[in-house]
């Protein structure tokens, strides 16, 4: 006996598209509802519809800072998919329901904590507004995203890259081969929450077979051991093999089955932009199979030109398995060593392309490395664009459970730099106190 119940929450936003005949526009969802409708799937009562509420700005800037101010540069559709998000995760806090799927746009898996416009058709971070809304009104801690769309969740990564108790876990198309170009397993996080962030970029051409080979060898066991208190899929569907952005060859019935051995307790719909021949049944299945209901006879009319995966693959795959294997077995190790070697300070710099609207920017990160807590960080980003100029902000960002040493330190540091006067905007951002001032 079935008993599961999953939420359903739609949000195809009519009002927002990037152009009339961008990739990413409303009939995304509207072949999915119409499939939806005529396979009579509402009326099921394993399944439970729920209208999205209105997420808030403040709980945007709970995760970014945006440059001049967040607020700007989005839409009310922005706030009502993060609030679809939000809907969904709650109807599965309050146990409404087994488990929850969020089918709304605009995506955001690309959003980076610091915004200056869109890119790769993302704003905002609806994953990771989640996430945060959960720690601050559930008290959640251990959280896992597993994000499944075929290309590398870098904003997702770029938000928890310093905290060991987030594990973000992609398997994309390799980002040599396909935007936004990152995604190398060489990207493990910084010292404090290295092996954190867990990076798995296949081989164009990858198959159910090379999927579910990565998903039983060392997803499922790397969550088993993580012990989240939640697993969320940041669930794109542009792996599969009538997508015209990208060039793998899932089928509706991997991304079942998928679904169904992942048993994340919220799924929110990220990529997937073959718009008729691949969304209707992926995401059917996907319904069925969280809904633990029979997804056996959902195959797409065109199943046969889907490519077989070649044996070069299917050895490079698991290649790559085991070499992951290897690293997380030794993560404690690589982490104590990594810690050792930053010293006080880890830093990075980075340049950074926002590809809709034009925008170049470049970023210096400082991350402190503190023996008590997870330290802080600070953001230098100074950005070019066409509509506006230069601009720039520096940001002092305090995290959860930050000692006062550390908190003192920030605050030091956000002082000193609006003292020099070097900077357009000056942020900060305090996890603990739930707040984002702009001094």
Not at 77 to 101: D, P, Q
Not at 226 to 232: A, C, K, N
Request: with cysteine; net charge negative; charged share 20%.
């Amino acid at each position: 006996m079935n008993n599961k119940k999953l939420g359903l929450v739609f949000f195809p936003a009519f009002d927002w598209a990037i152009t009339p005949s961008h990739p990413e526009r409303e009939e995304r969802l509207l072949y999915t509802r119409d499939q939806i409708v005529e396979e009579g799937l509402l009326d099921l009562p394993a399944i439970r519809e729920y209208r999205p509420k209105l997420a808030t700005i403040q709980d945007a800037q709970r995760v970014h800072i945006g440059v001049p101010d967040i607020a700007s540069l989005i839409t009310d559709a922005h706030l009502v998919s993060a609030g679809g998000a939000i809907t969904a995760a709650e109807a599965v806090m309050r146990r409404e329901v087994t488990n929850a799927f969020a089918l709304v746009r605009p995506p955001g898996h690309h959003a980076m904590r610091v915004v200056h416009g869109t890119r790769g058709f993302c704003t905002i971070n609806i994953e990771a507004i989640m996430v945060e809304y959960l720690r601050r009104h559930y008290g959640l801690n251990k959280i896992a995203i597993v994000d499944t769309d075929v290309h590398h969740g870098d904003g997702t990564q770029d938000i928890f890259y310093h905290d060991p108790d987030t594990l973000f876990i992609s398997f994309h198309q390799d980002g040599r081969t396909l935007y936004p170009g990152t995604g190398a397993v060489a990207e493990l996080g910084s010292p404090s929450a290295l092996c954190s962030t867990v990076n798995i970029p296949l081989p164009p051409g990858t198959t159910d077979a090379g999927l579910h080979y990565v998903l039983d060898n060392l997803v499922l066991p790397v969550l088993e051991d993580f012990r989240p208190d939640i697993i969320i899929n940041s669930a794109g569907q542009d792996n599969h093999y009538s997508d015209p952005l990208a060039n793998m060859a899932i089928t509706a019935q991997g991304y079942a089955r998928l679904a169904e051995k992942l048993n994340a307790d919220i799924a929110v719909l990220e990529g997937g932009y073959s718009i008729e021949e691949a969304l209707p049944y992926v995401n059917t299945g996907i319904i069925l199979a969280m809904a633990g209901l029979d997804y056996s006879r959902v195959v797409e009319p065109d199943i046969a030109r889907c490519p077989r995966q070649s044996e070069d693959n299917t050895r490079y795959i698991a290649q790559l398995v085991g070499k992951w294997q290897e690293i997380w077995g030794e993560r404690e190790t690589l982490r104590r060593e990594a810690i050792a070697q930053a010293g006080d300070f880890w830093q990075r710099r980075r340049s950074i392309y926002y590809d809709d609207s034009g925008i170049q920017e470049r970023q210096s990160e400082t991350v402190r490395i503190c023996p008590h807590c997870l330290g802080y960080q600070t953001v230098s980003t100074q950005a070019e664009g066409h509509s506006f100029g230069v601009k720039s902000a520096f940001a002092a960002i305090i995290p959860r459970n930050s000692c006062n040493a550390c908190r003192t330190q920030a605050q030091d540091a956000l002082y000193k730099a609006k003292k020099e006067n070097s900077h357009d905007h000056y942020f900060l951002q305090d996890k603990e106190m739930d707040v984002l001032q702009q001094i």
